[in-house]
């Protein structure tokens, strides 16, 4: 089982949708989770980081964590087109590294 | 907010010679710098951490000769390709520990 596991995708929704983006994880451990995106060219930028079991909304983003099922989500409500991008799940493991295990990650596309 | 800045945001070089990117955290101290490669329409793979005043440590199967990194200060972290070919061409991101994790704009390294 891979540290980080992502659907590859690709996902495709209407504008105006609900994008709906999944990450499982292995190390039961891991405190922190983050979800970036990343415009093709461009490095990665921070949507959303979550540390505690539920939900954190951040605009039409929201993050879901649980950490018993070893899984986070992101859900984009009112998808935009300026949306399409592909999306990495992180994670930060616990013990002493302070290093990010990144996954795959998922091309969204936002159709007009 | 916390702003990484990395330079040449693009680079063309000849077969064996090296390349010098640089990392700096502008606005926070980071005691902890990363650096990733890219392929194209694959994932970021980290290649080294690096801690200032330490030597870097590097990922299973990246050539610490190769690519040579120094992390001098708490606000400069800089990766060099030595000896460049063109396999190492590639899209090199670092990123900078500070309360969160965040990224430079990348360095499009292409070898000729």
Known sequence: ??????????????????ASLNCTYSDRGSQSFFWYRQYSGKSPELIMSIYSNGDKEDG???????????????????SQPSDSATYLCAVKRQGGSEKLVFGKGMKLTVNP | GAVVS???SRVICKSGTSVK????????????????????????????????????????????????????????????VTSAHPEDSSFYICSARGRGYTFGSGTRLTVV
């Open chain 1, 1 to 18: 089982q891979k540290e980080v596991e992502q659907n590859s995708g690709p996902l495709s929704v209407p504008e105006g949708a609900i």
């Open chain 1, 60 to 78: 039409r983003f929201t993050a879901q964590l649980n950490k018993a099922s070893q899984y986070v989500s992101l859900l984009i409500r009112d």
């Open chain 2, 6 to 8: 990395q330079h040449p």
């Open chain 2, 21 to 80: 990117i640089e990392c700096r955290s502008l606005d926070f101290q980071a005691t902890t710098m990363f650096w990733y490669r890219q392929f194209p329409k694959q994932s970021l793979m980290l290649m080294a951490t690096s801690n200032e005043g330490s030597k870097a440590t590097y990922e299973q199967g990246v050539e610490k000769d190769k690519f040579l990194i120094n992390h001098a200060s708490l606000t400069l972290s800089t990766l060099t």
